[in-house]
T-cell receptor, first 111, second 115 residues
Framework: DAGVTQSPTHLIKTRGQQVTLRCSPK?????VSWYQQALGQGPQFIFQ???????QRGNFPDRFSGHQFPNYSSELNVNALLLGDSALYLC??????????FGDGTRLSIL | KQEVTQIPAALSVPEGENLVLNCSFT??????LQWFRQDPGKGLTSLLL?????REQTSGRLNASLDKSSGRSTLYIAASQPGDSATYLC??????????????FGRGTQLTVWP
């Protein structure tokens, strides 16, 4: 039973570019949450998707957007990349109020 | 706004010691609290989850306690081993409804256990 899978594992972009990160939830899960973890910090909640809608959102600018597909997979899009967007981006999936399962993340580096 | 604090930020101990990691949170209206382990450059592995109605949870050498009224949780690691070296993160879920599933994390405690 595959857990949460994220792609790509590493990504290097330059300032001003746009990036798309992908997440496939654990089998049976219908909710996907995204977190940003800067070096030496705890993960910060970006947003959560359920039934293809953004259900709640953290304190992140509109440059951060997402999508959930009918198969429950999800994408995180970041426009106009800044140096401060360099971080590990974590995807977590869940079902109802059960605990979230995390993927290994995508390491995004902005030059 | 919920804030989570973890003390100490880093800990280095010899193998075999019993350890205590601390977590505090500002809003006691939580749904549950989780302890995670994170290896360098990796994702999060859930170690223990305590529901707001519970006082503690145990798994092997790990024991986590929760005092919701005082906004504190403790992770106790018995007989530490070099393989326990990792960053340990505490996270709280603020409740049901519109905030269901959102986790607030501390910055973590970086643990090093040397042989």
């Amino acid at each position: 039973d595959a857990g949460v899978t994220q792609s790509p594992t590493h990504l290097i972009k330059t300032r001003g570019q746009q990036v798309t990160l992908r997440c496939s939830p654990k089998s049976g899960h219908d909710t996907v949450s995204w977190y940003q973890q800067a070096l030496g910090q705890g993960p910060q909640f970006i947003f959560q998707y359920y039934e293809e809608e953004e259900r709640q959102r953290g304190n992140f600018p509109d440059r951060f957007s997402g999508h959930q597909f009918p198969n429950y997979s999800s994408e995180l899009n970041v426009n106009a990349l800044l140096l401060g967007d360099s971080a590990l981006y974590l995807c977590a999936s869940s079902l109802g109020d059960q605990p979230q399962h995390f993927g290994d993340g995508t390491r995004l580096s902005i030059l | 706004k919920q804030e989570v604090t973890q003390i100490p930020a880093a800990l280095s101990v010899p193998e075999g010691e019993n350890l205590v990691l601390n977590c505090s949170f500002t809003d006691s209206a939580i749904y549950n609290l989780q302890w995670f382990r994170q290896d360098p450059g990796k994702g999060l592995t859930s170690l223990l989850l305590i529901q707001s109605s519970q006082r503690e949870q145990t798994s092997g050498r790990l024991n986590a306690s929760l005092d919701k009224s005082s906004g504190r949780s403790t992770l106790y690691i018995a007989a530490s081993q070099p393989g326990d070296s990792a960053t340990y993160l505490c996270a709280v879920s603020p409740g049901r409804g519109s905030t269901l599933g959102r986790l607030y994390f501390g910055r973590g405690t970086q643990l090093t256990v040397w042989p």
